[in-house]
């Protein structure tokens, strides 16, 4: 779906299908025609088809996530992310929106997965899904605190850090992420009337 | 893009459903006008203000581009609002006053700009707000508060992470007090009290916060103005001879123009935005900008420094408790001139319930760490981290400020670029309180303690000020601009200071001073 220039925020699905993934922590997911609620997790598990990302984008971001935060590819870090970038930014849960991305969120992501690629390939003459799991983190260490040299995406330390909250979303953001960590989740009631 | 009917003129036209925009409206409606509100984003109902980190980000700007620039770039999205109610929807809920010493920074140290009004003209609608929506707090124990009403409710709840860091302030010779909050602590006017779950940033669909949809919007509402969400204004139109606003032109979820005539047009979309719209607002009458004879439309630009101190304990904070707000405040550092020593005020914030996830989550705590330490940093952190955060002063500075972009919206308007840098005293005040902020923690038990390398930048206000003539500021003290009669501003772009309090209990006050006075005048504003 092309990305509108102003956002009508207006649901794509309905509401009530919306508001009850959200309770759980999903998204809304359109299989078949029908709409189906589903955490990332869910959605990676059933390898429900990509909308926007790559297949080898999806590689980059997946093994990206479990190096900035282990667990993050099996929590669905790209199922979740494409996601997000098939619909309008006005409605977009990313964290790139609070921290100042221009969209289309999707320059933005394709770019920074690109530059990391290249980077890889400069120093390892591989792409960085297939560097060993110690030549991952170097990479990203580099990258938390400066564009390394020949880097044409984004400024690679706001690159890590949205990428890395994306980890985090998935990974501690959600009802189970809550469970995980000891903390009350605590939604609030439903109101029983509109004030 | 096709364009529709005139529709039929209004009494007043105000652009922006946030806070300001609200609260006039429903002034204005009880008395009988006819007003619209238009606004850029959604409508919102209280389900879609579901609790969660990753879903209240729905809530945070999402209009056209705003170009960020000069050595201290503001984070702007996290900061502004999208839909009805604004960037109050989001809001923590902390309502401090402006100290007397606020109104007149420039008369009694040479620095900054003065108020065209002192405190005690602004005081009788600090009391009427608190009494109309509800505020939770301690008159007595906030020794700094400047004269006025007690709240009308008892403080919010404490919880042991507010009760450690107080402690550790008392231990250094500071004082506390409960932050006067504008969340129910008890059941107040017919909307509940806080069940302190900290989700307030995402807004509070049960009502105990004094967000727009639970206050003011529903007010408006009631009283018929006309809402509509999802239209876009662009600019003001003028008459001939550029003397009289005779409406605004705006563009709906369809892009389908439309011109919306109105006897009063009230600009209160933000900071930001207003002297955007009114930049993008010239006529041969007005080349340089609409109301803009002065130059100093889109100057004096501010935001508050946010100097954060983290640390971690080795016992249960109950940190997830309480309100995204804070238990506790601390203005002992609230007096501006210091012998040998920065410049300006500052509120200790003390005491804000800890997420895991997002931009005030314990995922930011430690930017720096990934992998396995970081999750075991979350571990440590899910019941021991805590900060504490000294939102302090920025004086105004006509070089920060917002100007028109090269790049144009979708309607082909320039965006809002905005320059905005800190000097070497804002940049000391923050280095201060950091080293006080770690006494503090050193003193409360803290087994580790840091600060973040990057100073966070809270709110947007100034650019559009409010002062005496039309050669220092663009509008009077209830708004209306000195160029146009009949076009008031509203909202925190009226300050000419800030103080070190958080803005969203003085723009309540402002906007309702300025609707009794459009009110008791409205011959004078609309003839």
Same mark, same amino acid.
Request: hydrophobic share 30%; glycine share 12%.
């Given at each position: 779906m092309p990305n509108r220039p102003r956002t009508t925020s207006r649901p794509p699905v309905g509401r009530r299908v919306v508001l009850k993934g959200a309770a759980i922590g999903a998204l809304v997911f359109t299989i078949d025609g029908a709409e189906l609620a589903l955490t990332p997790r869910e959605a990676r598990a059933r390898a429900l088809p990509l909308r926007v990302l790559g297949e080898d984008e999806a590689a980059s971001l997946e093994a990206l996530g479990d190096v900035l935060l282990p667990g993050a590819k099996t929590a669905g870090i790209v199922a979740y992310v494409d996601h997000q970038l098939a619909g309008d930014p006005g409605d977009a849960l990313l964290i790139a929106r609070s921290m100042g991305?221009?969209?289309?969120f999707a320059d933005f992501y394709r770019a920074g997965l690109k530059a990391l690629d290249a980077a890889s390939r400069a120093r390892h003459d591989a792409g960085f899904a297939a560097l060993p799991e110690a030549a991952q983190s170097e990479l990203v260490r580099l990258i938390s605190h400066q564009s390394p040299d020949g880097w044409a995406g984004p400024p690679a330390p706001l690159f890590y850090a949205v990428t890395r909250n994306d980890a985090i979303d998935v990974v501690y953001g959600t009802v189970e992420g809550f469970e995980r960590l000891g903390v009350p989740y605590m939604p609030h009631i439903a109101p029983e009337r509109p004030w | 893009m096709v364009d529709l009917a005139t529709p039929e003129k209004v009494d007043a036209v105000i652009v922006g459903g946030g806070a300001a925009g609200c609260l006039i409206a429903a002034k204005l409606s009880q008395r009988g006008k006819h007003v619209v509100i238009l606004e850029q984003g959604p409508a919102w109902e209280p389900e879609d203000l579901v609790s969660s980190q990753i879903w209240n980000r729905r809530l945070k700007w999402a209009g056209s581009v705003v170009q960020v620039a000069g050595k201290h770039p503001i984070g702007h999205n996290y900061n502004t609002g999208w839909g009805m109610g604004g960037a109050a929807l989001h809001h923590f809920g902390n309502w401090p006053r402006l100290h007397e010493a606020d109104f007149h920074v420039k008369s009694e140290h040479g620095k900054g700009l003065d108020w065209p009004i002192s405190y005690a003209d602004l005081r009788p609608w600090y009391d009427r707000v608190q009494r109309e929506v509800g505020l939770a707090g301690d008159a007595k124990r906030?020794?700094?508060?400047?004269? $006025?009403?007690?709240?009308p409710m008892p403080p919010l709840q404490s919880f042991r992470q507010g009760e450690v860091l107080a402690k550790g302030f008392a231990a250094i010779g500071l004082r506390t007090a409960p932050m006067p909050a504008a969340i129910n602590s008890v059941a107040y006017k017919g909307r509940p009290a806080c069940l302190y779950d900290g989700w307030c940033e995402a807004g509070c669909p049960i009502g105990a916060l004094v967000n727009p949809q639970a206050t003011y919007l529903a007010q408006a509402r009631q009283a018929g103005t006309d809402i509509r969400p999802h239209s876009t204004v662009t600019r003001v139109l003028s008459d001939a001879s550029g003397g009289r606003a005779t409406g605004v032109e705006y563009y709906d979820a369809e892009q389908a123009r439309h011109m919306q005539p109105a006897g009063l047009v009230i600009l209160a979309s933000n900071a930001v935005q207003n002297p955007r719209i009114l930049l993008n607002s010239a006529t041969d009458k007005h080349p340089d900008g609409l109301a803009n004879s002065s130059g100093l439309v889109g100057r004096y630009f501010m935001a508050h420094f946010g100097a954060a101190v983290k640390a971690l304990f080795d016992e249960d904070l109950e940190n997830y408790r309480g309100t995204s707000g804070n238990q506790f405040m601390c203005q002992d550092g609230y007096g501006k001139a210091r012998s040998n020593g920065p410049f300006g005020s500052y509120t200790w914030q003390i005491g804000a319930a800890v997420k895991p996830n997002d931009i005030t989550g314990i995922a930011t705590a430690r930017g720096d760490l990934f992998g396995t330490a970081l999750h075991d940093f979350f571990k440590r952190a899910a019941r021991g981290l805590t900060g504490l955060n000294a939102m302090g002063e920025q004086l105004p500075d006509p070089d920060n400020r917002v100007v028109l972009s090269d790049l144009k919206d979708a309607h082909g308007f320039p965006v809002a670029r905005v320059v905005h840098s800190a000097d070497d005293n804002l940049l000391r005040l923050a280095q201060h309180c950091q080293d006080e902020g770690k006494a503090v923690m050193k003193a409360a038990g803290a087994t580790e303690i840091w600060t973040p390398p990057n100073l966070g930048w809270i709110h947007v206000m100034g650019g559009t000020v409010m002062g005496r003539t039309a050669q220092d500021s663009v509008c009077d003290s209830f708004g209306r601009t000195h160029d146009v009669a009949n076009l008031v501003l509203a909202g925190t $772009?009226?300050?000419?200071t800030e103080g070190g309090v958080h803005p969203t209990f003085t723009l309540h006050a402002l906007a309702m001073r300025a609707s009794d006075h459009m009110l008791a005048h409205w011959g004078s504003y609309t003839a």
């Open positions: 991305v221009a969209p289309p | 906030e020794v700094w508060r400047p004269p $006025g009403e007690p709240y $772009g009226l300050n000419p």
